[in-house]
Nanobody, 122 residues
Framework: VQLQASGGGLVQTGGSLRLSCAAS????????MGWFRRPPGTEREFVAA????????VYADSVRGRFTISRDNAKNTVYLQMSSLKSEDTAVYYC????????????????WGQGTQVTVSS
């Protein structure tokens, strides 16, 4: 599976941004999709994930209520809608895929996109 993330950029505190991740695969519905991020100087961390149908989602506590993960299986694309952005959301954001159910661990995801930078300024 090849993943291509896009949509990052510079946004002011309180603003919104939508990230997209396009997957090159004929079996997109076989994969649980996740978003992770790496803030400056820290390790990669879990943000959100959803299973193949899009009905079950899991969020990190730090983004719950502000971010929404969704997928369009007809377009082989997963999205991360980010609202009420804070400076601490500044990071490189990565999409990832795994077979099987939702997991929060970086190590559980096999396929990764290249990352897209999100910078939130005050």
């Amino acid at each position: 599976v090849q993943l291509q993330a896009s949509g990052g950029g510079l946004v002011q505190t309180g603003g919104s941004l939508r990230l997209s991740c396009a997957a090159s695969t004929r079996t997109f519905t076989s994969y649980t999709m996740g978003w992770f991020r790496r803030p400056p100087g820290t390790e990669r961390e879990f943000v959100a994930a959803l299973e193949w149908s899009g009905r079950r989602t899991v969020y990190a506590d730090s983004v719950r209520g502000r971010f929404t993960i969704s997928r369009d299986n007809a377009k082989n694309t997963v999205y991360l809608q980010m609202s009420s952005l804070k400076s601490e959301d500044t990071a490189v954001y990565y999409c990832a895929a795994r077979e099987g159910g939702i997991r929060r661990s970086v190590d559980e995801y096999i396929w990764w996109g290249q990352g897209t930078q999100v910078t939130v300024s005050s």
